[in-house]
């Protein structure tokens, strides 16, 4: 019997998708063989003349920043150590990826605990912490974004799930998934046997997606 291929139109039909697989990239793979949401989606490509970047990247990129905060309690948007951003539902969060990749804030870069600590006071976007910090230009520009990437892959940051936000607006993790990092304080993983293996904050690639 062959398997019914998804077929995605819909925001509804991405959350049915995310909550299936677990966890899937979202323009790509990943690089590690995971399911993508690119693939799935039957929205036409951009056509000869069209301008923007046609109806199937669109919706996706929408999408990618609606699914988290329309249904926070079922879908979390985060960035794996190759570094490329992918959605996963809560379940696999709590049960295989933050006991898997949570590193502490000691072990991260003195540039990551910097933006840590600003991102302590209050929520901001991107720009304003390249700005807050004057790292607007390269190379120092290039060192930000390996930083923040780094806390994004250490579960140490998370992007805020709201649907007001026009541009990415970071926050603690712990303040957004307290329940996420308690579970993981208090108990054990049953799905990990145990302490698990991680990947060293130095393999972190940077990836923009």
Same mark, same amino acid.
């Given at each position: 019997?062959?398997?019914? &291929?998804?077929?995605?139109?819909?925001?509804?039909?991405?959350?049915?998708?995310?909550? #299936?697989?677990r966890?899937c990239g979202?323009?790509?793979?990943?690089?590690?063989?995971? %399911?993508?949401?690119?693939e799935?989606?039957?929205l %036409?490509h951009?056509? $000869?003349g @069209?301008?923007?970047?046609?109806?199937?990247v669109?919706?996706?990129?929408?999408?990618?920043? !609606?699914? +988290?905060?329309?249904?926070p309690?079922?879908?979390?948007?985060?960035?794996i150590p190759?570094? *490329?951003?992918v959605?996963?539902?809560?379940? *696999?969060?709590?049960? @295989? *990826?933050? $006991?898997?990749h949570?590193?502490?804030?000691? @072990?991260c870069? $003195?540039?990551?605990q910097?933006?840590?600590?600003r991102?302590?006071l209050? %929520?901001? =976007?991107t720009?304003?912490?390249?700005?807050e910090?004057?790292m607007?230009?390269? $190379?120092?520009?290039n060192r930000?974004?390996?930083?923040?990437? @780094?806390? #994004? /892959?250490?579960?140490?940051?998370?992007r805020?799930?709201?649907? !007001?936000?026009?541009n990415d607006?970071? &926050?603690?993790f712990?303040?957004q998934y307290?329940?996420? /990092?308690? =579970?993981?304080? *208090?108990?054990?993983n +049953?799905?990990?046997?145990?302490i698990? =293996?991680?990947i %060293?904050?130095?393999?972190?690639?940077? &990836?923009? !997606?």
């Amino acid at each position: 019997m062959k398997r019914r &291929v998804t077929t995605v139109r819909t925001l509804k039909q991405a959350r049915a998708y995310v909550l #299936q697989v677990r966890i899937c990239g979202i323009f790509s793979d990943a690089g590690v063989g995971i %399911p993508n949401l690119w693939e799935v989606v039957d929205l %036409p490509h951009r056509q $000869p003349g @069209e301008k923007g970047w046609g109806q199937k990247v669109v919706a996706i990129w929408r999408w990618k920043n !609606e699914l +988290p905060a329309v249904y926070p309690e079922e879908i979390f948007y985060g960035k794996i150590p190759t570094g *490329h951003a992918v959605l996963m539902n809560m379940d *696999h969060l709590r049960a @295989e *990826h933050y $006991p898997k990749h949570y590193r502490p804030l000691s @072990e991260c870069s $003195p540039l990551a605990q910097r933006i840590y600590e600003r991102l302590k006071l209050d %929520p901001l =976007t991107t720009g304003s912490l390249r700005k807050e910090l004057n790292m607007t230009q390269r $190379p120092e520009r290039n060192r930000f974004d390996r930083a923040l990437q @780094e806390l #994004q /892959v250490t579960l140490n940051i998370a992007r805020r799930n709201s649907l !007001e936000d026009e541009n990415d607006t970071w &926050v603690l993790f712990s303040d957004q998934y307290l329940d996420v /990092v308690q =579970t993981r304080t *208090h108990g054990s993983n +049953p799905a990990q046997g145990g302490i698990a =293996t991680r990947i %060293p904050i130095s393999r972190v690639r940077c &990836v923009t !997606e």
